[in-house]
């Protein structure tokens, strides 16, 4: 029987995991101890899961910060409901089409029932054997997983992956994904969603820190460990203190977003903020490519920031072409990976000046008009980001 036979369609999986009574969702077994609220959530997404692929599942995981113990929450009770997305890992004996729907599906219903995002990734057993130096698996060989259904002995290739195999390009990477968000926050109007606009600015805060410390060889496995290691580093003159003081607020903000308060001014408020972390990012990245560069330099650069892309090929143009097919990017003004538009792009609308800005991130997001709609421009990044990322 195929792979595709033996796994139930989408739309079956639907009507099942509507069905799922609070009484029939089996209990997790989490080892660290987890809210109510989180705990719950965790078992409607795991018997969703269960739903949706049958026997195909051979394990699911949970990484990120509920899986450390760090997840956020909008109060202090134990039934406060999260803030940060829950973040899955759905192992399956291959991943196909079908597995890729029933991920959609499975992440559109417990979004749903939730409240907040859930997000599933689906990979194969066989590629869990020897996963990627990626910051994502590095973060779980340093305990950043939960294993909600199936045998722990799945993580063993990738817990076998250290710090110094992880290449510098992937904090760079980590950057250029949280200036995306601070593109975003800056194109949607900074006031549009207070709350929202301050977790991408502590995601960048918090991305400019993890960079520093893996490039330092001091990357550790939780959010307070690196910001007490941070600190130890900015004492010895080797970090910004400002930058390890703001690692700790954003930290305080990842576990207590109910406690922000919004200033008046809240677009002045970002702008301040992104002022300094493009200044972050800009001396993270001239050290790592070994030459001193500004922001506008990372912008106009055409050699690739990512040459060595260890989770995927090294060859740009298949993926700049698919991405052309699907109507997500143009294959002007850079033919290469959508990684490496979607960086430059992301950098400018983030960080450079209001006019330069709109004009060099339609430039890279192959648009001829310099002058464009704000809320044009953000929804091409956001395609630009589902493949680029």
Not at 10 to 31: F, L, Q
Not at 302 to 330: C, E, I, N, S
Not at 337 to 357: C, F, G, K, M, Q
């Amino acid at each position: 029987m195929s792979m595709q036979g033996e796994m139930s369609a989408p739309g079956e999986m639907i009507a099942r995991g509507e069905m799922i009574a609070e009484d029939a969702i089996t209990s997790v077994s989490c080892p660290r101890p987890m809210r109510p609220r989180v705990r719950r959530d965790l078992e409607l997404a795991t018997s969703l899961a269960r739903a949706a692929f049958g026997s195909e599942l051979v394990a699911l995981l949970l990484v990120g910060g509920y899986a450390r113990g760090e997840g956020g929450a909008m109060g202090d009770g134990p039934d406060a409901a999260s803030f940060n997305d829950y973040d899955l890992v759905a192992v399956v004996r291959r991943v196909d089409a079908v597995a890729h729907e029933n991920s959609r599906e499975v992440s559109r219903i417990a979004t749903e029932r939730v409240g907040i995002e859930v997000d599933v990734w689906p990979i194969s057993a066989k590629a869990m054997k020897h996963p990627p130096a990626t910051l994502f698996w590095l973060d779980v060989a340093l305990g950043g997983v939960v294993v909600l259904d199936g045998d722990e002995a799945i993580l063993a290739g990738a817990r076998k992956i250290d710090a110094r195999a992880v290449p510098l390009e992937e904090a760079a990477r980590l950057l250029v994904n949280r200036a995306t968000g601070l593109a975003l926050s800056r194109l949607e109007g900074a006031s549009a969603d207070p709350l929202r606009t301050a977790m991408h600015v502590y995601k960048a805060v918090l991305a400019c820190g993890d960079a520093r410390l893996l490039a330092a060889s001091a990357y550790e496995g939780t959010v307070r460990r690196r910001g007490r290691r941070l600190e130890a580093l900015a004492a010895a003159g080797l970090a910004p203190e400002a930058l390890a003081s703001a690692y700790c607020e954003a930290a305080d903000f990842r576990l207590r977003p109910h406690r922000f308060v919004a200033p008046i001014d809240m677009d002045a408020w970002l702008d301040a903020w992104r002022v300094r972390i493009a200044e972050w990012h800009a001396a993270f990245e001239t050290y790592r490519l070994g030459a001193k560069l500004t922001i506008a330099d990372l912008v106009r650069r055409h050699a690739p920031l990512y040459p060595k892309r260890v989770d995927g090929m090294r060859f740009g143009l298949p993926a700049a072409l698919r991405a052309a097919v699907k109507g997500r990017a143009t294959l002007f003004p850079y033919v290469g990976h959508p990684r490496e538009r979607l960086a430059r792009a992301s950098i400018a609308l983030a960080y450079l000046d209001a006019t330069v800005s709109r004009v060099e991130g339609a430039r890279w997001l192959g648009l001829d008009a310099a002058r464009v709609p704000p809320a044009q421009l953000r929804d091409l990044l956001i395609r630009l980001r589902d493949v680029g990322s």
